[in-house]
């Protein structure tokens, strides 16, 4: 199996689970300055490269031979969150997450892979107020207006389309906002983030943010969805919006200030610069069973408590 961006915030995590699902996923991609997998190595393999060279990927699929991949790819900057950096770098953004995307799907054909999996975003989706109260499935249009949007919505074209012409079993999962261990970028995850950081140390926090509720999922579960597509034996639909749960900071702060007594967040109130649709989960739920391990109150108690 051939992980591709499996040294990232959700691709380690689904590295870790392939793992421990008895795979040995090898990793491609380039190196990170931090190892977010050190606690597991050992079990797997890595090759070196750029997702942006066609060389690189027929040379690592020529070596691993692999009948499954997946794909946790998208460019990022520095620490910026992976829109930020869409709209900083926007020339890169499209070279890796559309053109790069491509190029792996084309080095994945060549080799005769039986799936690839790998991770899009309901950023796809446009403001929430386009699309009324009704939670939104894969049915519903496509209208990002951000780059980083823009580049996946393109790259689920360019999925589709590869699925098409040549018969490939490609399987997009929109993710949601996705919090957890390892989460090292700046961005409204990490700014989430901090009301835990500040919980487990005792320190009074205070945190602007909107109060209204928003997609989140624990980034465990997303590997746990990872998992349960590629074992999927059965034809799946080419992209599923991938579903956790629903709750506003105002709830997370409530279940942090229950279970650490004496917790000081005060949350400033502030007017979303972009919100996004609550989404509807049940399509990928009906076709293979998957279904989140952590509500709001297993995702709290997770970053509260963390095993040691």
């Known amino acids: 199996m051939l992980v591709a961006g499996g040294r990232g915030f959700v691709g380690s995590h689904v590295v870790r689970a392939l793992?421990?699902?008895?795979?040995?996923?090898?990793?491609?991609?380039?190196?990170?300055?931090?190892?977010?997998?050190?606690?597991?190595?050992?079990?797997?393999?890595?090759?070196?490269?750029?997702?942006?060279?066609?060389?690189?990927l027929a040379a690592a699929f020529a070596e691993v031979r692999p009948s499954l991949v997946v794909s946790c790819v998208a460019h990022g900057v520095g620490k910026l969150g992976l829109m930020r950096s869409g709209e900083a770098e926007a020339d890169a953004a499209f070279a890796v997450n559309v053109a790069g995307h491509g190029k792996l799907i084309d080095a994945a054909q060549a080799a005769g892979v039986g799936r690839i999996v790998w991770t899009s975003s309901t950023v796809v989706y446009g403001p929430a107020s386009d699309y009324g109260d009704a939670r939104v499935d894969e049915d519903d249009r496509s209208a990002p207006t951000t780059t980083y949007g823009l580049t996946k919505q393109m790259a689920e074209a360019l999925s589709a389309f590869h699925a098409r012409r040549h018969g490939l079993d490609i399987?997009?999962?929109?993710?949601?906002?996705?919090?957890?261990?390892?989460?090292?970028?700046?961005?409204?995850?990490?700014?989430?983030?901090?009301?835990?950081?500040?919980?487990?140390?005792?320190?009074?926090?205070?945190?602007?943010?909107?109060?209204?509720?928003?997609?989140?999922?624990?980034?465990?579960?997303?590997?746990?969805?990872?998992?349960?597509?590629?074992?999927?034996?059965?034809?799946?639909?080419?992209?599923?919006?991938?579903?956790?749960?629903?709750?506003?900071?105002?709830?997370?702060?409530?279940?942090?200030?229950?279970?650490?007594?004496?917790?000081?967040?005060?949350?400033?109130?502030?007017?979303?610069?972009?919100?996004?649709?609550?989404?509807?989960?049940?399509?990928?739920?009906?076709?293979?069973?998957?279904?989140?391990?952590?509500?709001?109150?297993?995702?709290?108690?997770?970053?509260?408590?963390?095993?040691?």
């Not at 090898?26 to 050992?42: Q, S, T, Y």
């Open 171 to 308: 399987v997009g999962l929109r993710l949601p906002l996705i919090l957890g261990p390892g989460l090292w970028y700046q961005g409204a995850a990490s700014a989430i983030a901090d009301v835990f950081t500040a919980a487990r140390g005792g320190e009074a926090a205070r945190i602007a943010f909107h109060d209204r509720p928003v997609d989140l999922m624990h980034v465990a579960d997303v590997a746990d969805a990872v998992l349960a597509v590629l074992r999927h034996p059965g034809a799946l639909d080419p992209v599923y919006n991938l579903k956790g749960f629903e709750a506003s900071l105002v709830d997370l702060i409530a279940v942090v200030e229950r279970l650490v007594p004496g917790a000081r967040i005060a949350l400033d109130r502030i007017e979303p610069a972009l919100l996004f649709p609550l989404i509807d989960g049940g399509r990928l739920a009906a076709a293979t069973g998957f279904a989140a391990r952590h509500d709001l109150d297993g995702l709290v108690r997770s970053l509260l408590f963390p095993k040691s």
């Open 19 to 56: 793992a421990g699902a008895g795979f040995h996923p090898v990793l491609f991609g380039p190196g990170m300055a931090e190892d977010r997998l050190a606690d597991i190595a050992g079990r797997y393999g890595e090759i070196h490269g750029s997702i942006e060279d066609r060389a690189a």
